[in-house]
């Protein structure tokens, strides 16, 4: 093993922020302090769009929305820059 391989390995156990980024909207601060429960926000993305999938800021992937059991989960559709579906990832919450 060289050097560089190991570390990079010890990068691999640092914590980093994953966010599914549903969409987004601009609004007026007025319209925000009238938001109450029921409100409904449109954003920017229709129905049918991929979701960003994003590490510490980074675009990484895009995905969709998959139910299991009773928790939301998200399958990698593309990675950022085109390239093949990646393979299903096992377990991980």
Known sequence: ?????R????LKEVDVRLLVELGRTEMKLKDV???GE????????????LLDVMVNGK????????????RFGLRI????????P???A???E
């Open 38 to 49: 029921e409100s409904v926000v449109m954003l920017d993305r229709l129905t049918d769009e």
């Open 77 to 84: 559709v593309e990675m950022a820059g085109g390239s093949a």
């Open 90 to 92: 096992e377990g991980g």
């Open 33 to 35: 302090l009238s938001l």
């Open 1 to 5: 093993m060289t050097i560089h391989t």
């Open 7 to 10: 570390g990079f390995d010890l």
């Open 59 to 70: 675009l990484i992937a895009r995905g969709e929305i998959v139910a299991q059991g009773n």
């Open 86 to 88: 990646a393979a299903p």
